[in-house]
């Protein structure tokens, strides 16, 4: 079984702002239309069984989806692809959203993008939703690591933050996002303390030789087991992230440098994510 535990939804014309579009385009040397298709959506999926798919709620960087356009894609996928909510806390009404979004439209996880959308995420603002996700079985999957915007503080991407949610509330599921890059360390050991903290790969095979770091650094701390696949779909492919890491050993050839075992490669490609990130029933 293969699980792609991170791919968004996007309309870029209703979801982005013409500045993260600019900042976006920059930041990969030309232009690129963001927008996902259902038809192009599940084509890339086809190397996984099942999906995580979210948008992102983020006012202060330009990236706004609602959790009904969310809930929309996900059912349009026929089963594949399973849907988590987002919140801004800037917005008045966000815990309301988050009350809806999860009973109305049956979204089954949280994304969160602290910095995308300038909030500290131990602000003790946040406590009841982490309260009510513990309570619920609810993973929370969160942002951390650099970006392309300008206004995105990044004092709020740093994972260690993740280390101060987890000891307040030690059952909630956390997935910190794309090994939180570049502190792959901070990451790795916040994962390592708490049982239920995880960490996904997505977005960092294009940047081969820092993966390679990151991924032996994971070895050597013996905590390959909490790592989860993931895309970034539509930055990148699920094919395109496999592909990569079953080659990743190549450019080793003639050197003395270790070695990424096959065998863990494996693991991480074909992880049960969903059995480690869901209590009880699996959606």
Same mark, same amino acid.
């Given at each position: 079984?293969?699980?792609?535990?991170?791919?968004?939804?996007?309309?870029?014309?209703?979801?982005?702002?013409?500045?993260?579009?600019?900042?976006?385009?920059?930041?990969?040397?030309?232009?690129?239309?963001?927008?996902?298709?259902?038809?192009?959506?599940?084509?890339?999926?086809?190397?996984?069984?099942?999906?995580?798919?979210?948008?992102?709620?983020?006012?202060?960087?330009?990236?706004?989806?609602?959790?009904?356009?969310?809930?929309?894609?996900?059912?349009?996928?026929?089963?594949?692809?399973?849907?988590?909510?987002?919140?801004? @806390?800037?917005?008045?009404?966000?815990?309301?959203?988050?009350?809806?979004?999860?009973?109305?439209?049956?979204?089954?996880?949280?994304?969160?993008?602290?910095?995308?959308?300038?909030?500290?995420?131990?602000?003790?603002?946040?406590? @009841?939703?982490?309260?009510?996700?513990?309570?619920?079985?609810?993973?929370?999957?969160?942002?951390?690591?650099?970006?392309?915007?300008?206004?995105?503080?990044?004092?709020?991407?740093?994972?260690?933050?993740?280390?101060?949610?987890?000891?307040?509330? @030690?059952?909630?599921?956390?997935?910190?996002?794309?090994?939180?890059?570049?502190?792959?360390?901070?990451?790795?050991?916040?994962?390592?303390?708490?049982?239920?903290?995880?960490?996904?790969?997505?977005?960092?095979?294009?940047?081969?030789?820092?993966?390679?770091?990151?991924?032996?650094?994971?070895?050597?701390?013996?905590?390959?087991?909490?790592?989860?696949?993931?895309?970034?779909?539509?930055?990148?492919? @699920?094919?395109?992230?496999?592909?990569?890491?079953?080659?990743?050993?190549?450019?080793?050839?003639?050197?003395?440098?270790?070695?990424?075992?096959?065998?863990?490669?494996?693991?991480?490609?074909?992880?049960?994510?969903?059995?480690?990130?869901?209590?009880?029933?699996?959606?």
């Amino acid at each position: 079984m293969i699980i792609d535990v991170h791919s968004h939804t996007i309309d870029a014309a209703r979801h982005l702002t013409p500045t993260f579009i600019a900042e976006a385009d920059r930041a990969r040397g030309f232009p690129v239309d963001l927008t996902v298709t259902r038809e192009a959506y599940l084509q890339a999926m086809a190397p996984v069984d099942r999906c995580i798919v979210f948008g992102m709620k983020a006012r202060l960087c330009g990236y706004y989806a609602s959790n009904d356009d969310v809930a929309a894609f996900a059912a349009a996928c026929g089963g594949k692809a399973i849907g988590f909510l987002s919140v801004d @806390p800037a917005d008045p009404d966000w815990m309301e959203d988050f009350e809806r979004s999860r009973t109305d439209l049956g979204l089954k996880g949280i994304k969160l993008a602290p910095m995308y959308a300038g909030f500290d995420p131990t602000d003790r603002k946040l406590d @009841p939703l982490y309260a009510r996700a513990e309570r619920l079985g609810m993973p929370v999957l969160f942002h951390f690591g650099t970006t392309f915007c300008a206004a995105a503080p990044l004092e709020y991407a740093r994972p260690g933050l993740a280390d101060v949610i987890a000891r307040r509330f @030690p059952e909630l599921r956390i997935v910190i996002a794309h090994l939180g890059h570049p502190w792959e360390g901070e990451a790795l050991v916040t994962a390592r303390k708490h049982p239920h903290v995880y960490c996904d790969i997505s977005a960092l095979h294009y940047r081969p030789w820092q993966f390679y770091n990151s991924l032996v650094l994971a070895q050597e701390y013996r905590v390959t087991h909490k790592l989860l696949f993931g895309s970034d779909f539509p930055f990148t492919t @699920p094919g395109a992230s496999i592909d990569a890491m079953r080659a990743m050993n190549e450019p080793l050839a003639g050197t003395h440098l270790p070695r990424i075992a096959q065998e863990t490669v494996e693991e991480i490609i074909h992880r049960d994510s969903l059995s480690l990130l869901f209590q009880g029933e699996l959606p």
